[in-house]
Structure formats: structure tokens, C-alpha cells
């Protein structure tokens, strides 16, 4: 494997752990900025929504120039929006530092995975662009965990000050180690666009807002929990977002390896488990050692939804698949803002911090429904061809000849 792929995974990394590393911090910044959780819980929403909405922009710009260049940009807008959370001196600012950076993360992904393909042989193509996602996984790992733990005993802006510097050498690896390809030709808007007229893909990525929104929905409130119902110490909640990340990273691989063999039945099974490990959550939160291994079943069962859903779009959109697959990373940002975003309503209404548990569980099984629709579909329109073979046959019986 080339060199220029380190340069993409430290990239991954550092975009990985600026997304999740909030998730450990909230009550420090809340603290700081004497804001509610569920108010400080919007530094989630507001990243996934910027990566909702850059996703797309960034993509079809990215079409313009070219792909080391676009990288380059998008690094550089990752660092601006880090260093403008570490400075921050007011809670909108740092909101406004959260959505700078989310802009520069699902373009990053999309773009970096034709890159990373491009640059080895046919035959290494996967291993490549999970080599890339490799840097998103370890992140949840230890940049995540490790993260917390330095915003937790130097406080939380020297966190987003080491992560903007991640951000500089990410950068500086991609100037120098990735050659600079061609500019893409012969794309146009209307071939990407196309992709969304298939209603397989929308559901897909309707299954992907919901189901990975599910996860979102318990882990964006996770610190507040396992402290203030589990009993943990706040020091404890680096370890918790270990094994969430081990978690992780386990179901990544079983989604992986399974979704190219029976990708449906995997996301009925990953689906509908995340559902009940969700709702029992709700109990086991109040106590420390279930509380730990439903921590990492949640992030087993939310990754394992993952290679298949991406794949599903890919499938589905085959003839336009870079603009749907950073939609589709999309996607997951906005059922992260949405999961973010109703689990602050439900504990701001009183009902505690496990309520968003329950959310969670409603967001997977409705993600579970949307997979059996979109399997029932897939089986009626393979069936129609046959149908009208059947109806046809009857009028193309030989006459019957008479002695």
C-alpha cells in the first residue's frame, strides 16, 4: 500500500475523533459555557447537519478541480473549524467551529475513496479504501477516548487544538505523498442526480438515517448517563467510549464480511437486535457492568448496519455512485442530528437520562420495517418479469391440428 494512503487514513482519524470526541465532553462544555446538556447536545446536531448539507456541495464541487486539490481544501477547512472550537468564546461560536468543520467530512470520505482506489491496482481496491476508514475506526478506538480524557484533565479546548493540529499534518501529508490526479471528465450533475429517482437507494439511505440515528440517539447523551445513573466517575466515561469503540470496530468487520453474502438478512438481524439492545438500555444503565456490555453491543449492531447499507446504495446506484455514496455518509450525519436532537427534547421534558434509549429504540425498528419494504419490493419487481411470461404463455400454445 502507497504511502499517500497514511496521509488519508490520518485524515479519517482526526475528522473520527472530532465527530465523536464531543459525545465525552459534553458536560465540560456545558459547564463552561453554562449552557443545559440538551442545549450543549446541538454541538452534535449542528456537526451532522453540516455534514448533511456538505456532503452533496462538496462532492459536486470537488468535480471542478481536482481531487488532491480537493482534499487539500476540504483538510483546510477541517483545521479552520477546529481552531475556531478551541477559541471560542461563546457557545455560538463554537457551534459555528463545529459546522466549518463537519462541512469538509463526508466530501472527504466520498472523494478519498476513488482517490485510495486510484491508486493501486485493481485488484487492491477495497483493501485501499478500508485502509482509508481505517483512520475512522481507530479514531473511535483511541482518538475518542484519549480525546476525552485530555479535555477532561486539560480541559476540553486543548482537545480541539490537538485535533486541528491532526487536521495540519493530514494535510501536509496529502500535499506531499498524493500525486496530483487528473481532473475527473465527463461528469455531469444530472448523471449523480439521477441515482435519487430510484427508490431502492432512498430507502436505503432512509434506513441509514434511522437505523445508525438509533445509536446516536443513547450515545450522544452517554457521559450524563453512565454518571449520573450508572454511578460511574467522570474519568470512567474514556473506557466506556473504548469499548464503544471496540464495538465498533468488531461490527464493522462482521458487517464487511457478511454483506457481500446475505446483505438483507444481516441488516434485518443487526437491525432488529439494535432495537431491543436499545430499549433494554434503559435498565441496564443502572448498573455498571450491563451498562458496559450494552455500551458495546450498541456500537457492534450500529456498525454492522454499515458496510451493507453503503453497499446497498452503491448497488442500487451504480451508475453515479460518488455523489450518492457522500450522500448516503450524509445520511448517517442526519439521523445522528435527528437522534441528537429528539433525545434533548425527551430529557429536557423530564423523563431522565436514559429516555433517549427509548428514541433510539423507535428510530431502529422503524429502520427494520423500512428493510422489509425494500426487501418485499425488490421481490415483487423480480417477480413482474415472470408474471408476464406466464401471462403470455397461454396465447402462444401451437393450434391444435385436426386429421
Aim: aromatic share 6%; proline share 5%.
Amino acid at each position: 500500500m502507497p504511502l499517500a494512503l497514511l496521509a488519508l487514513a490520518i485524515g479519517a482519524f482526526g475528522i473520527g475523533t472530532t465527530e465523536f470526541v464531543i459525545m465525552g465532553l459534553l458536560p465540560e462544555v456545558a459547564g463552561d459555557f453554562g449552557v443545559s446538556i440538551p442545549t450543549a447536545g446541538f454541538l452534535v446536531t449542528g456537526y451532522a447537519l453540516g455534514v448533511v448539507l456538505g456532503a452533496p456541495l462538496m462532492t459536486v464541487l470537488g468535480t471542478k478541480i481536482s481531487r488532491k486539490r480537493m482534499l487539500m481544501l476540504l483538510m483546510g477547512l477541517f483545521v479552520v473549524g477546529n481552531v475556531l472550537s478551541a477559541v471560542a468564546p461563546a457557545f455560538g461560536v463554537m457551534l459555528a467551529g463545529r459546522v466549518v468543520a463537519s462541512l469538509a467530512h463526508g466530501a472527504f470520505f466520498g472523494i478519498g475513496s476513488v482517490v485510495a482506489a486510484e491508486l493501486v491496482a485493481p485488484e487492491k481496491k477495497a483493501g485501499a479504501i478500508a485502509m482509508m476508514f481505517t483512520g475512522l475506526t481507530v479514531a473511535n478506538v483511541v482518538g475518542v477516548p484519549l480525546g476525552t480524557l485530555v479535555g477532561q484533565t486539560l480541559g476540553w479546548r486543548m482537545t480541539f487544538a490537538i485535533v486541528a493540529a491532526l487536521g495540519v499534518v493530514g494535510l501536509a501529508g496529502i500535499a506531499k505523498l498524493i500525486p496530483d490526479l487528473p481532473k475527473p471528465q465527463g461528469v455531469r450533475l444530472r448523471h449523480e442526480l439521477a441515482a435519487f429517482r430510484n427508490v431502492q437507494v432512498l430507502l436505503a439511505m432512509a434506513m441509514t438515517v434511522l437505523g445508525f440515528g438509533g445509536v446516536f440517539a443513547a450515545v450522544t447523551y452517554l457521559a450524563p448517563m453512565m454518571t449520573d445513573v450508572a454511578g460511574y466517575a467522570d474519568s470512567s466515561v474514556t473506557w466506556l467510549l473504548v469499548l464503544f469503540g471496540l464495538g465498533m470496530v468488531a461490527g464493522n468487520l462482521i458487517g464487511g464480511k457478511f454483506a457481500d453474502r446475505a446483505l438483507m438478512p444481516l441488516l434485518f438481524i443487526s437491525l432488529g437486535a439494535l432495537a431491543v439492545v436499545l430499549a433494554l438500555f434503559t435498565f441496564t444503565a443502572h448498573n455498571k457492568i450491563a451498562a458496559a456490555v450494552t455500551i458495546a453491543l450498541i456500537g457492534a449492531l450500529g456498525f454492522a448496519t454499515v458496510p451493507p447499507l453503503q453497499k446497498r446504495v452503491l448497488d442500487q446506484a451504480s451508475g453515479a455512485p460518488t455523489l450518492a455514496s457522500a450522500v448516503n455518509i450524509g445520511a448517517f450525519n442526519l439521523g445522528n442530528a435527528l437522534s441528537a436532537w429528539l433525545g434533548g427534547i425527551v430529557i429536557a421534558a423530564g423523563l431522565g437520562y436514559t429516555a433517549p434509549n427509548w428514541v433510539g429504540a423507535a428510530l431502529a425498528g422503524s429502520a427494520l420495517v423500512l428493510a422489509i419494504l425494500s426487501a418485499a419490493l425488490e421481490r415483487r419487481s423480480a417477480a413482474v418479469p415472470s408474471l408476464v411470461v406466464t401471462g403470455t404463455a397461454p396465447a402462444e400454445q401451437p393450434t391444435p391440428v385436426h386429421h
